[in-house]
């Protein structure tokens, strides 16, 4: 299994506060991305980063930032909580895309569980 | 954009039964194809891949086939048991300039298998 750690595996908090999700991998790879899963929807891309301090916004990053300082790191904020961004959180890791056999392949991390009453 | 849409769930199943699980995609240039499943609590394993057409992936008694003319990259597994239940997630990849390897995720489809 890939390396990767996603903390805390649950949280519970109340609208407005602020939230940060973080993502530990311990495989050395570039890429590394954060998903929401909502039912009905699949999954759905945040944000990604493409190396120490490069990111990027996916499909749904409203009210969503990211920082990644190290590589081994990738830290989801929720700047001031709503409900509708109760859901369950994926990190995913992906070594040198578009290249062979591996190209495209992401590996995930077990989810954090998100729940904003 | 790139899409991919799977037939929608739950499917549910008795052991031993055929299962297929319908995929298609919309996808500029040439894609990387995808299924991932994941298991109750646990976040998404990969299942089998084919990065061009005509390549048939398999794995765990499941298989899929690139077809590149019809779009299609559907979920086979001649015999199921009940260790399959999960969710079931059809994913395409672009390889081509800027895509970072980002994948475009179907919504997912909820197969139940009972003894």
């Known amino acids: 299994d890939a390396g990767i750690t996603q903390s805390p595996r649950h949280k519970v908090t109340e609208t407005g506060t602020p939230v940060t999700l973080r993502c530990h991998q311990t495989?050395?790879?570039?890429?590394m991305y954060w998903y929401r899963q909502d039912p009905g929807h699949g999954l759905r891309l945040i944000h990604y980063s493409y190396g120490v301090k490069d990111t990027d916004k996916g499909e749904v990053s409203d009210g969503y930032s990211v920082s990644r300082s190290k590589t081994e790191d990738f830290l989801l904020t929720l700047e001031s909580a709503t409900s509708s961004q109760t859901s369950v959180y994926f990190c995913a890791i992906s070594d040198t895309p578009g290249q062979g056999a591996s190209k495209n392949i992401q590996y995930f991390g077990a989810g954090t569980r998100l729940s904003v009453l | 954009g790139d899409s991919v849409t799977q037939m929608e769930g739950p499917v549910t199943l008795s052991e031993e039964a055929f299962l297929t699980i319908n995929c298609t995609y919309t996808?500029?240039?040439?894609?990387?194809l995808f299924w991932y499943v994941q298991y109750p609590g646990e976040g998404l394993q990969l299942l089998l891949k084919a990065t061009k057409a005509d390549d048939k992936g398999s794995n765990k008694g499941f298989e899929a086939t690139y077809r590149k003319e019809t779009t299609s990259f559907h979920l086979e597994k001649g015999s199921v048991q009940v260790s399959d239940s999960a969710v079931y997630f059809c994913?395409?990849?672009?390889?081509?300039?800027?895509?970072?390897?980002?994948?475009?995720f179907g919504q997912g489809t909820i197969l139940t298998v009972h003894p």
């Open positions: 495989e050395n790879h570039r890429y």
């Open positions: 994913a395409l990849g672009n390889a081509g300039g800027t895509s970072y390897g980002k994948l475009t």
């Open positions: 996808a500029t240039g040439y894609p990387s």
